[in-house]
């Protein structure tokens, strides 16, 4: 069974400074991953995604992810941050093969203060 | 191009009384998904329906949960005999999945509040 866990519930940063949130997975099996984001009384929507290829993905609003499969992580990042950014970050993963189930971890809170 | 939609946007019902919510996917997508969010915490899965395929409903939490999807429209999810556990945002998602992979597009959910 898949699992997938968020080693932050939330994360307090300066406007500017660089962030990461942390994402770490558990599979038998090859794996898609995501991050989605939800901003305050919005629905969820989707940041980025790893399914191939490259282990460093890009997504909207200057955010990235690295795929690293030794560690079974999937980290998020931007290296400068803005107010507007404060949401909450979920990190997903589903089966490469086979079912569509996505299991999502229990979000981290981004809070970019001024 | 209309998103999915969910009613009511709100719910407030009494503890024992059955509750029923409606989601409306975005159209042509084959694949939908029920999650619970409570206040706080991240996504809870419930179910998911896909084309014909028998759902899965690994993620109900008890019998008093059920969830119906007429083809690849409407899905209903009924909560009978609420209990103020059952507080929480109801959010639904459908995708179409394709290569492998989907994107899950959200709806705005249901806040239910069991009093």
């Known amino acids: 069974a898949q699992s997938v866990t968020q080693l932050d519930s939330q994360v307090p940063v300066f406007e500017e400074a660089p962030v990461e949130l942390r994402c770490n997975y558990s599979?038998?099996?090859?794996?898609?991953l995501f991050w989605y984001v939800q901003y305050p009384n919005q629905g969820l929507q989707l940041l980025l995604k790893y399914l191939s290829g490259s282990t460093l993905v890009k997504g909207i609003n200057g955010f990235e992810a690295e795929f690293n499969k030794s560690q079974t992580s999937f980290h998020l990042r931007k290296p400068s941050v803005h107010i507007s950014d404060t949401a909450e970050y979920f990190c997903a993963v589903s089966e490469a093969l086979g079912g569509f189930k996505t299991i999502f971890g229990a979000g981290t809170r981004l809070f970019v203060k001024a | 191009g209309a998103g999915v939609s969910q009613s009511p946007s709100n719910k407030v019902t009494e503890k024992g009384k059955d509750v029923e919510l409606r989601c409306d996917p975005i159209?042509?997508?084959?694949?939908l998904y029920w999650y619970r969010q409570r206040l706080g915490q991240g996504l809870e899965f419930l179910i998911y329906f896909q084309g014909n395929s028998a759902p899965d409903k690994s993620g109900l939490p008890s019998d008093r949960f059920s969830a119906e999807r007429t083809g690849e429209s409407v899905s209903t999810l009924t909560i009978q005999r609420t209990q103020q556990e059952d507080s929480a945002v109801y959010l639904c998602a459908s995708s179409s999945p394709k290569g492998g992979w989907d994107e899950q597009f959200f709806g705005p959910g249901t806040r239910l509040t069991v009093l």
């Open positions: 599979s038998s099996v090859s794996v898609y």
């Open positions: 159209s042509g997508h084959t694949a």
